[in-house]
T-cell receptor, first 115, second 117 residues
Framework: AQTVTQSQPEMSVQEAETVTLSCTYDTSESNYYLFWYKQPPSRQMILVIRQEAYKQQNATENRFSVNFQKAAKSFSLKISDSQLGDTAMYFCAFMKQGGANNLFFGTGTRLTVIP | NAGVMQNPRHLVRRRGQEARLRCSPM?????VYWYRQLPEEGLKFMVYLQKENIIDESGMPKERFSAEFPKEGPSILRIQQVVRGDSAAYFC???????????????FGPGTRLTVL
């Protein structure tokens, strides 16, 4: 079974600063995908970034980037130039490739951006 | 291109009643997933459906819960004889292509918040 662990229940960052959210996972699979989803107060789940395990290059999407360490089973999210609109719950998620395709989620990190 | 639609957004039921949650996937998406989020927790997978087929229901409680995705119309998650423990947010997600070995990103709807009194 796959497990996803987010060890930081809450974090805060000053506006315009950089913050890193941690995620580790446990799996025996060699081919899989990793995701970060954002859930703002509206409760909508919004895809932030996606990483294929077979790719060595870390994914980036504008101010969001990941540090994917496959051997360590670590998948952290870095948010640069934090904005007030980044305040949200952030969930790390795992999907096995070629299987049932359901997502396994961590318990989330609540990020607050302070003006 | 409209996103994933869910209705109702909020649903209140008394214990013992039935709850029906609807999900219309994004245009061109034929794969639907249902997840449940209990308060202060992450999302937990319930069921994965394609048109007229349940592919994986390993996360769904064996009793009172059922799901369908008919040839025409939205996917329906049905909870019979609701209990207080069913109070949660229920999210639907869709993806365009999920046949192995292709795995595609899931896009989520806004969720239905079920409250059981």
């Amino acid at each position: 079974a796959q497990t996803v662990t987010q060890s930081q229940p809450e974090m805060s960052v000053q506006e315009a600063e950089t913050v890193t959210l941690s995620c580790t996972y446990d799996t025996s699979e060699s081919n899989y995908y990793l995701f970060w989803y954002k859930q703002p107060p509206s409760r909508q789940m919004i895809l932030v970034i996606r990483q294929e395990a077979y790719k060595q290059q870390n994914a980036t999407e504008n101010r969001f980037s990941v540090n994917f360490q496959k051997a360590a089973k670590s998948f952290s999210l870095k948010i640069s130039d934090s904005q007030l609109g980044d305040t949200a719950m952030y969930f790390c998620a795992f999907m096995k490739q070629g299987g049932a395709n359901n997502l396994f989620f961590g318990t989330g990190t609540r990020l607050t951006v302070i003006p | 291109n409209a996103g994933v639609m869910q209705n109702p957004r909020h649903l209140v039921r008394r214990r013992g009643q039935e709850a029906r949650l609807r999900c219309s996937p994004m245009k061109g998406h034929s794969h639907v997933y249902w997840y449940r989020q209990l308060p202060e927790e992450g999302l937990k997978f319930m069921v994965y459906l394609q048109k007229e087929n349940i592919i994986d229901e390993s996360g769904m409680p064996k009793e009172r819960f059922s799901a369908e995705f008919p040839k025409e119309g939205p996917s329906i998650l049905r909870i019979q004889q609701v209990v207080r423990g069913d109070s949660a947010a229920y999210f639907c997600a869709s993806s365009p292509l999920a046949w192995p070995p292709f795995t595609d990103t899931q896009y989520f709807g806004p969720g239905t918040r079920l409250t059981v009194l």
